[in-house]
T-cell receptor, first 112, second 112 residues
Framework: DAEITQSPRHKITETGRQVTLACHQT?????MFWYRQDLGHGLRLIHY???????NKGEVSDGYSVSRSNTEDLPLTLESAASSQTSVYFC???????????FGPGTRLTVL | GDSVTQMEGPVTLSEEAFLTINCTYT??????LFWYVQYPGEGLQLLLK?????DKGSNKGFEATYRKETTSFHLEKGSVQVSDSAVYFC???????????FGKGTKLTVNP
């Protein structure tokens, strides 16, 4: 069965370190998204991609970057982790306009 | 910009009670509207959607009707079960965009 996976599921890091969160989908979807979920804010869009070599900034992109070298993967990099980036991160993918977004299980990141 | 406002939680109900979770939106143009559900420890999954005014989305006993005149998409269920305990998110996509804008979420707890 097709799926979307994230790794690691839990990560503890220190302020200033570079961190990369992986997202892999086997749906063959063109569209992929990264969100962060924080209490009192719901989910907020960080970056998104509509296909290979395409990346776009979302609502809260400062301090984050993504790259899309193939259809299946959209890794999220925190260049220099900050305590404000402690959150739960969700990756999602979709086939196209108004199609359902399928979410991964999430990565809980703690920055000390 | 576009936004979604949903009722603050948490909401606690007894099994078989009637559920309403209010959702209103602000958007230019004609958004598509969604309800997503997040069970404990999991990612989000689509519960139902509606793509144009007066459409009714339904799934698993849940319903919501797209009301353009009141800019609302309230979620209802006639008889909730313990297994419905989760966080519910209202969301929209603007026409032509794949990006989701989420409300802050409403936590529902159903007691036996």
């Amino acid at each position: 069965d097709a799926e979307i996976t994230q790794s690691p599921r839990h990560k503890i890091t220190e302020t200033g370190r570079q961190v990369t969160l992986a997202c892999h989908q086997t749906w063959n979807h063109n569209n992929m998204f990264w969100y962060r979920q924080d209490l009192g804010h719901g989910l907020r869009l960080i970056h998104y991609s509509y296909g290979v070599q395409d990346t776009n900034k979302g609502e809260v992109s400062d301090g984050y970057s993504v790259s899309r070298s193939n259809t299946e993967d959209l890794p999220l990099t925190l260049e220099s982790a900050a305590s404000s980036q402690t959150s739960v991160y969700f990756c999602a993918s979709s086939a196209g306009y108004d199609n359902e977004q399928f979410f991964g299980p999430g990565t809980r990141l703690t920055v000390l | 910009g576009d936004s979604v406002t949903q009722m603050e939680g948490p909401v606690t109900l007894s099994e078989e009670a009637f559920l309403t979770i209010n959702c209103t939106y602000t958007a230019t143009g004609y958004p598509s509207l969604f309800w997503y559900v997040q069970y404990p420890g999991e990612g989000l999954q689509l519960l139902l959607k509606a793509t144009k005014a007066d459409d009714k989305g339904s799934n698993k006993g849940f319903e919501a009707t797209y009301r353009k005149e009141t800019t609302s998409f309230h979620l209802e269920k006639g008889s909730v079960q313990v297994s419905d305990s989760a966080v519910y998110f209202c969301a929209l996509t603007q026409g032509g965009s794949e990006k989701l804008v989420f409300g802050k979420g409403t936590k529902l707890t159903v007691n036996p």
